[in-house]
Nanobody, 120 residues
Framework: QVQLVESGGGLVQPGGSLRLSCAASGRIISIRTMGWYRQAPGKQRELVAHITGSGSTTYAEFVKGRFTISRSNAENTVYLQMNSLKPEDTAAYYC??????????????WGQGTQVTVSS
């Protein structure tokens, strides 16, 4: 079985920074895309950033220039460096990975979520 474990959330003041990590473990043959999503109370889950196996990245407009997604294929880990945080960035952040856990299929896996709160 595959598990994704996130870390790095917390409380930070506006303008501050946080770095989220998400590590995958278990039966993993290969990892294709990795991404970060977020969900604020009363709102739908939304894409924050996405990185392909070749390293191509996509960002939501509301984080461009402030957040950076990166990955370590050797460690099966995806990172999200968040700078210049704003109160509206407050949400639960979830990582997701498309993983080949057998030779014949690719499945999407999700982390349990980590809370980011931006407040003075």
């Amino acid at each position: 079985q595959v598990q994704l474990v996130e870390s790095g959330g917390g409380l930070v003041q506006p303008g501050g920074s946080l770095r989220l990590s998400c590590a995958a473990s278990g039966r993993i043959i290969s990892i294709r895309t990795m991404g970060w999503y977020r969900q604020a109370p009363g709102k739908q889950r939304e894409l924050v950033a996405h990185i392909t196996g070749s390293g191509s990245t996509t960002y939501a407009e509301f984080v461009k220039g402030r957040f950076t997604i990166s990955r370590s294929n050797a460690e099966n880990t995806v990172y999200l460096q968040m700078n210049s945080l704003k109160p509206e960035d407050t949400a639960a952040y979830y990582c997701s990975m498309s993983i080949s856990d057998t030779w014949f299929s690719v499945s999407d896996f999700w982390g349990q979520g980590t809370q980011v709160t931006v407040s003075s």
